[in-house]
């Protein structure tokens, strides 16, 4: 039976909007979050820095993509995660004073998130034939920045909003973290019913995953460092 053909216009705007969105949050947003929670300018500097390095390093785990699920499967899931850590968060900030939880919960976002933009992005190419990756290179570049200038701006502006309502700076955030959470939610079960099911999107796994995986990985690492000594 042929592969059933879904609408890219279905998934790929929303898509790339979860990838813009999170990130703006983990390396902007969280500048001015932290700061307006108390963290002195030292610290806000070197733990955003910090907490912005998984989509440096997401090469090194990419491959656990590809062996032990579907990368549909892998970003629906990552989009149920972030929805998970936005609440968690919007819990922690309510909390007496800004905690070192905080700051490892916003570790993760961004660990899920950079998972989940590996996991879009090599769908994208699975799903989507060359003509139609040409022709959308330029919407998924759109909805990424849309998500990145809703978040730098209507989101913080939200937060202010509220803050001013309410007198409570941690009133504001937690508001506003809890909406991105409900968002990323809808996203996920938007995803669950509009991603396709392509047929190329299967687990390299052909039989014994874990074993595989200590084969593959260091292949792909000693591969990757040959080519960056050139």
């Known amino acids: 039976m042929p592969e059933k053909k879904t609408n890219p216009w279905l ?39 910090l907490i912005a390095m ?35 968060s919007a819990g922690l900030i309510l909390s007496d004073k800004l905690t070192w939880l905080l700051i490892g919960a916003f570790f993760l976002l961004a660990f899920a998130s950079a998972t989940h933009d590996a996991a879009v992005d090599g769908f994208y190419l699975i799903a989507l034939d ?18 990145s200038v809703l978040v730098q701006g209507g989101l913080v502006m939200l937060a202010g909003v509220i803050e001013h309502r309410s007198g409570s700076v941690k009133t504001g955030w937690c508001v ?30 052909s039989g014994n995953g874990l074993a595989e995986f200590f084969v593959i990985v260091p292949n792909f690492v000693k591969h990757t460092c040959s080519f960056q000594r050139r």
């Open 11 to 49: 998934w790929i705007p929303t898509a790339f909007f979860a990838e813009g969105g999170p990130y703006a949050i983990v390396a902007t947003v969280s500048v001015i979050l932290f700061k307006s929670l108390g963290m002195d300018n030292r610290d806000v500097g070197l733990w955003t820095s």
């Open 54 to 88: 998984p989509w440096a390093f997401k090469p090194l785990w990419t491959p656990v993509l590809d062996l032990f699920g579907t990368k549909r499967l892998w970003a629906i899931g990552m989009q149920l995660l972030m929805a998970v850590i936005f609440t968690a």
């Open 130 to 147: 060359s003509h139609e990756q040409s022709f959308f290179a330029g919407i998924r570049g759109t909805f990424y920045r849309i998500a």
């Open 176 to 205: 506003a973290l809890a909406l991105a959470a409900a968002v990323m939610a809808l996203i996920a079960l938007w995803h669950f019913a509009a991603m396709p099911k392509a047929a190329g999107d299967r687990p390299a796994c």
